[in-house]
């Protein structure tokens, strides 16, 4: 069909079959020589229909099959009941005002750590850095601290860094 | 020793002419992975020669029967795709020959060659523009859309179609080249031509 004689090696380079090389020599041909150009414009229009055709044809393929499993004959399942979502988010609203107003109940001083009254909470940097200094083991702390091993296990921890 | 290291290898990834060896020497797993590497090849092109999906699927199935007795015949293995294009070729005419006969108008009127070329780039391929092709390619003549489709779509060398198709090879490169220009001339008012 390109009256320049070079039909079939164009075809043969849209086809995929010539050499790395020798198709790119020859794409540069075309790119000078407008009858090649107008070859090639054709054939890899051509090419371009014939394979849309073939990628369709694998859709259409898929789809028959999801067709044959009656996947798409039933109806599309719908979302879940509004009262579902409802009751969902009541339930996560109980559980966080359960939480806040947990939270809010402070303790009064010493209360809940096994204070003596009257004694006043020490921090855990104090209580750190009294176990450092003294490096005594858990059960030589003064009664009443109520920690037990905790705030060793913070003082073992910042010594062995 | 060789025929163990060659049992060793998946049948999946085994050559094509390994496989049309091995079902030559009657090995059904064999067949069965050719079959399973060219069914869809095959059914897309009786779909094309034979235009009814129902038809296309039993001549598919014709054709693997008669491969499968004819695969014995086949020397060169390497080339089982022309190989199964050429029964399907004859399965799908069989098919022509025994219901109604559309009448082909497609004449042999020279075709101006030089129409202007579309943008291969800005192509719409959209639905409307499948349909046309596919009613163009539809519009030639049975055997000359046969030897486009095994050199376009299936992507045999001109030797093989002339096999397949029982033609010299100037007689295939002269009906494709035909089937081309026809195309061509169909399709031009769709796809937008710069000259």
């Given amino acids: 069909m390109s009256r320049c004689g070079k039909s079939e090696q164009l075809e043969a380079m849209v086809m995929g079959e010539l050499s790395g090389s020798r198709a790119s020599e020859l794409q540069a041909h075309a790119e000078r020589c407008a009858v090649c150009r107008h070859e090639l414009d054709w054939l890899q229009s051509e090419r371009r229909m014939f394979e849309h055709r073939r990628a369709r044809e694998q859709v259409q393929q898929l789809w028959e099959g999801l067709a044959a499993r009656r996947v798409v004959a039933a109806p599309i399942p719908q979302r879940r009941r509004d009262w579902n979502r409802w009751a969902l988010a009541a339930a996560a609203v109980v559980f966080l005002s359960i939480g806040l107003s947990s939270s809010q109940v402070r303790p009064q001083a010493g209360e809940g750590y096994g204070l003596a009254s009257g004694e006043a909470m020490m921090s855990l940097e104090e209580m750190s850095r009294d176990l450092r200094s003294t490096g005594r083991d858990c059960s030589e702390l003064r009664p009443g601290m109520g920690f037990a091993c905790g705030p060793y296990v913070v003082a073992s921890f910042a010594d062995g860094r | ?195």
């Fill in chain 2, 1 to 195: 020793m060789l025929r163990l290291l060659r049992k060793s290898v998946p049948i999946e990834q085994s050559s094509e002419e390994d496989l049309v060896r091995r079902a030559q020497e009657g090995e059904h797993e064999a067949f069965r992975t050719l079959f399973e590497r060219h069914v869809s090849g095959v059914r897309r092109f009786l779909g094309d020669l034979l235009k009814d999906s129902a038809a296309a699927d039993e001549a598919t199935q014709e054709t693997f029967v008669r491969a499968h007795a004819l695969l014995g015949r086949l020397k060169d293995r390497v080339r089982l795709q022309g190989f199964l294009l050429g029964i399907a070729r004859n399965v799908a005419f069989e098919h022509h020959r025994r219901g109604p006969t559309r009448e082909f108008i497609e004449d042999d009127t020279p075709i101006e060659a030089v129409l202007p070329a579309p943008d291969p780039e800005s192509l719409m391929l959209d639905r409307e523009l499948e349909m046309q092709f596919a009613e163009a390619l539809a519009s030639l003549k049975p055997e000359r859309r046969a030897a486009l489709l095994m050199r376009v779509d299936h992507g045999l060398p001109y030797e093989e179609i002339a096999e397949a198709m029982g033609w010299s090879l100037p007689t295939v490169k002269n009906e494709i080249h035909r089937a081309r220009l026809k195309l061509r001339q169909l399709m031009l008012p769709h796809v937008g031509g710069r000259s």
